[in-house]
Each structure stands twice: as structure tokens, then as C-alpha cells.
């Protein structure tokens, strides 16, 4: 019987197997940040222990910092000690460690793939839940706790009970001004967000191919959010034209080498998968979250579910959401007022998200109702945003275009929406206070988000 591409990744990475128990994995690269290493690094110290292989190891911090004024000293005195401790644990330890304002510094999982830090075949962690964003380049990426961050610091390998296999086959291609995010909210809602729980992911089908790079990295990005262990795409030529000649990628004959390695790398013919599901692209719509969970989501067009198709087991939270939310069920969110927009994150911080958004609101203006926060994922992103022309084209629409970081996505800088507001998120996660205390988070792609900066409500991005 044939091996999935999940099993030819995992099988070449075990070091040992504990019989009736979990496998010692070997880890090719993790990513620190700065919320979920100090305790590692902490454990290190009074262990006496060395990082095994700190060139392994690539450190940022990006969830706390500030989106303005970050060649200034940090004003908020948590996220200034947090900073300053990732950076001198990165000093004391001997790794790699890219700081506010340096080139390579942005959120870890938009670093690592723009610059050949992430590459097919590679097992990858980081304290980050979203760390599946990785496996866009054939890989195996997942998210782990602050005592296995400290396990891989210790020995470059990680206890880890192996998951269940999962093919996601998207058939058919996707309709114009369709994005990769609203396929991902597509599949979220018809999966839930258990649904995928236990397993790790493979995409595949035309849909996936015709994928770009950066549309491969939002979806796998939120594989997470269905309850998979992570999601991943076999590299093939749009992987290899992505990596080739970045920073970190190999070059010459190790380039040439590692093409060979990379397009074995997929699902064999007869291999055989836990579970198979099967959708249409052809079925999927611009996509809007309406609750507090990114499963509860429907097509723009569409009504909010009525009570009796909800299932009874579901009902009570249901309601709670939708109070929280301040809508009813059977509303159209078509016209909703919005008073935030946020694009950004590790889910569509990417250059393509900003072209997107750009394209849609180029010759339009700002709603005077709207706070929009416009964030690159990296210091690479803006610069392609200013290269491109794509600052003067939003610049003269009435945005501003802040500096790299989480921002918005979580309510863990200064980047907060306030109590009761509306927020049109391109990020990840709509749960309650996700972006601030009582904030309302409706998740969409970069084009909801761009049409309801210009209109002031949900709107139909195809409409304009």
C-alpha cells in the first residue's frame, strides 16, 4: 500500500517510537516569538542546559509590539519586558534573533516562508497555534506548548503522539474574486470547528492547485480552526517558483539536489487516508463570519440560521453568540454598519491580501465612519507595498499603512477595539474579546474588508 505524503515526512523524522506511546520526532526548524519562550528559556537555565542546535532556532517577537512609532521606546511596560527578555535570551543562547526594525522582522509565519527559513520536507514548530501556516510548502508544521518549546530547545526533538490522516480534495476552480480565505471559511463552516479534530490535513484537487503561494498559506493557516493538528499542500512548481532564489533557500547544486527531494514529496496513487471529504469550488461564495467561532459562517448573501436548523445540542451557545454579536437569527449581514476594518495578520498579511485590497478601493475614499488598520506581516510586505505603488494608491483612498506585526488580530498590544464595536477582521479567530474586551469580530478575505472600508457596512465586494 502506498504512503500519503503526511506519512513520507513523519517516517523520515522519528528518532525513536515508544512502544504503545508517543514518537521522538526530530525537528528541522522551530520559530520563537516573544509571549511563549520566556518559561523555556527560564527551564533551560536551571537545567544547566545549552541549546542543542541553536541554528535551528530563528527568534521575533511579534505578537506585542507596536504597529506605530516602533523605533521609539516601547511604551507599555509588558510588552517592553517581554521584548527585551526574547532578545537577550536570544544573546545568551546563541540564536538567530531578528528585532523591531531589522529587515527580517515581521509575524513568525509570514518570515519564515517569504524568506526559504520554511522548506518543503521540514518538520516545524513554534508556541503559535497558527504554525500549520507552514505546511503550504509541504511540510509538517504544527503548534506546541511552552514545555515543548523548552523540549526542542533542549534536544532538537519532540514527544508527539502520531495523528490521524485527513484528505480535504477541493474540486473544480474557484469563481472570480473568490479568495483562498473565503474557501477557507467555506470549509470551516461545512467541517465545524471539531471536525477536523485529531487529524492533520492534506489538500488536494484543482481547486488547491491553482492556489497561489500566498492563498496556500491562509488556508493552511487555519486548518487550525476546524480542530486539525495542521494542514499541508505537496509541493509542485508554484512551490518551487515561490522559493527559489529567497534568502535562506538553497542555491546551485543544492537547489538542484533539493528539487529532487521536494517533487517526490506527495501522496502515493494507492495511499490510502483515515478519512476523505470532498467539496466543489464552484459551491463557494465571498464568505463572513457572523458569531464567535470561525465555523459560524455564511455567504455574504445569505441569512444568519434560524433557531430550528441549528442542532439542539448547539442551541445554547448559538444564542449566547449571537447575543454577544448583537444580531438575530434569519438577519442578513448584508448592510451591517461597521466601525473597524483590519487587514493583516498571519493569515492575510501577505503582499497579494494588499494588492487585493488596494485593487478594490483604488479611486474610491475612506468611509469618514470607518477606523481602518492596515498592518504588513513583515518588513519585507511593506516593502513590496511601496515598491509596487500600492502606499500612494491606498495613501490617496485616505488609509495609512502602520508597521509590521500581529496588531489587531489579538488583544495583546495596543492595537485594541473598543467594547461593542464592529470589526471586519482578516485574521483568524472571532472569539469573544479576540481584539479587545466586548469587541465584535466578523471575519472575511481582503476584499469584504476593502468594501466595507469604503462603505462603512458589510458589503458584496462584486457589487463594486
Not at 542546535?53 to 517592553?80: A, F, G, W
Not at 507552514?134 to 519532540?158: D, K, P, R, W, Y
Not at 487516508?273 to 458569531?291: C, H, M, N, R
Request: charged share 25%.
Amino acid at each position: 500500500m502506498g504512503k500519503t505524503f503526511f506519512d513520507k515526512i513523519w517516517e523520515k523524522h522519528i528518532v525513536t517510537q515508544v512502544e504503545e506511546g508517543p514518537t521522538q520526532l526530530y525537528i528541522d526548524r522551530m520559530y520563537c516569538h516573544e509571549v511563549t519562550s520566556p518559561q523555556a528559556f527560564d527551564g533551560l537555565r536551571r537545567r544547566r542546559l545549552k541549546v542543542f542546535r541553536p541554528k535551528q532556532i530563528t527568534c521575533m517577537s511579534d505578537h506585542n509590539i507596536p504597529t506605530l512609532k516602533q523605533e521609539y521606546p516601547i511604551q507599555d511596560p509588558v510588552s517592553k519586558k517581554q521584548i527585551e527578555t526574547l532578545s537577550n535570551n536570544a544573546k545568551e543562547f546563541g540564536i538567530d534573533y531578528y528585532p523591531i526594525g531589522h529587515e527580517l522582522n515581521g509575524i513568525v509565519h509570514v518570515v519564515g516562508p517569504e524568506n526559504g527559513l520554511s522548506l518543503p520536507g521540514m518538520t516545524i514548530v513554534c508556541g503559535d497555534s497558527h504554525t500549520s501556516t507552514h505546511g503550504a510548502l509541504g511540510t509538517i508544521a504544527f503548534g506546541i506548548g511552552t514545555s515543548e518549546v523548552e523540549m526542542v530547545l533542549a534536544t532538537q526533538c519532540i514527544l508527539q503522539s502520531r495523528p490521524k490522516t485527513m484528505r480535504i480534495r477541493v474540486q473544480n476552480q474557484l469563481k472570480p474574486a473568490i479568495t483562498a480565505k473565503d474557501l477557507a471559511l467555506y470549509i470551516i463552516a461545512k467541517m465545524t470547528t471539531g471536525g477536523a479534530t485529531g487529524y492533520f490535513v492534506e489538500y488536494a484537487g484543482e481547486a488547491i492547485e491553482n492556489l497561489s503561494m500566498e492563498g496556500r498559506l491562509t488556508l493552511c493557516n487555519l486548518s487550525i480552526e476546524m480542530g486539525a493538528r495542521g494542514g499541508m499542500i505537496a509541493p509542485d512548481e508554484i512551490t518551487f517558483e515561490y522559493l527559489k532564489g529567497r534568502r535562506f533557500t538553497p542555491s546551485g547544486e543544492s537547489w538542484e539536489k533539493s528539487l529532487v527531494e521536494w517533487r517526490a514529496l506527495k501522496s502515493d496513487i494507492d495511499a490510502r487516508f483515515d478519512k476523505e471529504v470532498v467539496f466543489d469550488a464552484e459551491d463557494v461564495e465571498p464568505q463572513i463570519t457572523y458569531g464567535t467561532n470561525p465555523g459560524m459562517g455564511i455567504s455574504i448573501n445569505d441569512i444568519i440560521p434560524n433557531l430550528e436548523e441549528i442542532e439542539e445540542s448547539s442551541r445554547i451557545s448559538f444564542i449566547k453568540s449571537l447575543e454577544y454579536m448583537g444580531f438575530q437569527p434569519g438577519e442578513r449581514m448584508l448592510g451591517k454598519p461597521v466601525d473597524y476594518v483590519f487587514l493583516g495578520s498571519c493569515t492575510n498579511g501577505r503582499i497579494e491580501d494588499f494588492r487585493a485590497f488596494a485593487q478594490l478601493v483604488k479611486g474610491k475614499k475612506k468611509n469618514k465612519n470607518v477606523i481602518v488598520w492596515l498592518v504588513p506581516g513583515s518588513r519585507k510586505v511593506d516593502k513590496q507595498i511601496r515598491e509596487e505603488g500600492l502606499d500612494k494608491i491606498l495613501e490617496s483612498a485616505g488609509f495609512e499603512i502602520r508597521q509590521p506585526g500581529c496588531s489587531a488580530c489579538l488583544a495583546m498590544n495596543s492595537d485594541k477595539v473598543p467594547a461593542g464595536k464592529y470589526a471586519v477582521s482578516t485574521s483568524n479567530r472571532n472569539f469573544e474579546g479576540r481584539q479587545g474586551p466586548g469587541a465584535r469580530t466578523i471575519l472575511a478575505g481582503p476584499f469584504i474588508a476593502a468594501a466595507a472600508a469604503i462603505t462603512g457596512k458589510i458589503t458584496d465586494p462584486r457589487t463594486l
